[in-house]
């Protein structure tokens, strides 16, 4: 198993449409997990945090499973803006630190 | 005011060439880090600094030498360019090693 899997995509959905993406890891010491969003010939930029007991920043909800070691992403209403590659990051901590990024996943949002 | 800043925005230079970018933040992180973005756009982690002491060290080539002068500033120093170092180098840093981390705007090197 990769330590870090996304599914590449992309995923072309309407506006409005409801898209949901996962990422598993292989580290079971795995502690800190992110999801970042990257436009285009541009930098990274933290979309949110993913905890335990899962969080909600408006239309984004990020979940965190650690028995089946996935976390997942669900953007309701997507908007054109929301056309970008989603990029999920875990951290560990196992003797020595690990840092690893999904290759990406992207969303293509039509009108 | 940029928290993470990186320079030269563009880096154009020929094979065999030494070449170094530089980064600073001045968020008071502890932790700066250095990846390398391919033409395949994968994300990859080559080192991680920590309050100056080296603490991720992927397999990268011995040409590729990171130098943190204090927790400010992480720089990068590549030796004998080679083709397939072309790429974009982002540099990030955060808080500490497991806190989420802000980019640089990236450094774009193309080695003819």
């Known amino acids: 198993r990769k330590e870090v899997e996304q599914d590449p995509g992309p995923f072309n959905v309407p506006e409005g449409a409801t898209v949901a993406f996962n990422c598993t890891y292989s580290?079971?010491?795995?502690?800190?997990f992110f999801w970042y969003r990257q436009d285009c010939r541009k930098e990274p930029k933290l979309l949110m945090s993913?905890?335990?007991s899962g969080n909600e920043d408006g239309r984004f909800t990020a979940q965190l499973n650690r028995a089946s070691q996935y976390i997942s992403l669900l953007i309701r209403d997507s908007k054109l803006s929301d056309s970008a590659t989603y990029l999920c990051?875990?951290?560990?901590?196992?003797?020595?630190?690990?840092?690893?990024f999904g290759k990406g996943t992207m969303l293509l949002v039509s009108p | 005011d940029t928290a993470v800043s990186q320079t030269p925005k563009y880096l154009v230079t020929q094979m065999g060439n030494d070449k170094s970018i530089k980064c600073e933040q001045n968020?008071?992180?502890?932790?700066m880090y250095w990846y390398k973005q391919d033409s395949k756009k994968f994300l990859k982690i080559m080192f991680s600094?920590?309050?100056?002491?080296?603490?991720i060290n992927e397999t990268v080539p011995n040409r590729f030498s990171p130098k943190s002068p204090d927790k400010a500033h992480l720089n990068l120093h590549i030796n004998s360019l080679e083709l397939g170092d072309s790429a974009v180098y982002f540099c990030?840093?955060?808080?500490?090693?497991?806190?989420?981390?802000?980019f640089g705007p990236g450094t774009r090197l193309t080695v003819t």
């Open positions: 990030a840093s955060s808080l500490d090693n497991l806190d989420e981390q802000y």
């Open positions: 580290n079971s010491a795995s502690q800190s």
């Open positions: 993913v905890y335990s």
């Open positions: 990051v875990v951290i560990g901590f196992s003797g020595y630190s690990t840092l690893t």
């Open positions: 968020l008071g992180h502890d932790t």
């Open positions: 600094y920590n309050n100056k002491e080296l603490i």
